[in-house]
């Protein structure tokens, strides 16, 4: 029954920033653990970013490592993506995605039961 909607997207400038926001319709968020997803056309769906129930725990794939922060407030349902110095090749659709527990978080869609619609990041100049 939970819900989840992306916002965020739109276009920016090679070595801009832009912050992605998934927001549950639910208030019980603190229960999941939550992971951001992009995929481009002809291209599996990778993993970026996850962050566990507490956000005591993160993990990120090695081409966000540096650039893009994941966090979480629980007390508004909702998850971030702030990313930074964007390049080109992060052009994509965004998907948040959620688990139900765990005091942990891996970048894998492994178990991630509930998915967002998705947000549009066109990085272009």
């Known amino acids: 029954q939970l819900q989840l909607v992306e916002s965020g997207g739109g276009l920016v400038q090679p070595g801009g920033s832009l912050r992605l926001s998934c927001a549950a319709s639910?208030?019980?968020?603190?229960?999941?653990?939550i992971g951001w997803f992009r995929q481009v056309p002809g291209k599996e769906r990778e993993g970026v970013s996850c962050?566990?129930?507490?956000?005591?725990?993160?993990n990120y794939a090695d081409s966000a490592k540096g650039r893009f922060t994941i966090s979480r407030d629980n007390a508004k349902s909702t998850v971030y993506l702030q990313m930074n110095s964007l390049k080109p090749e992060d052009t994509a659709v965004y998907y948040c995605?959620?688990?139900?527990?765990?005091?942990?978080?891996?970048?894998?869609?492994?178990?991630?039961?509930?998915w967002g619609k998705g947000t549009l990041v066109t990085v272009s100049s």
């Open positions: 995605a959620a688990h139900y527990g765990s005091t942990w978080c891996a970048v894998s869609e492994v178990g991630m039961d509930y």
């Open positions: 639910s208030f019980i968020l603190d229960y999941y653990t």
């Open positions: 962050i566990s129930s507490r956000g005591d725990s993160t």
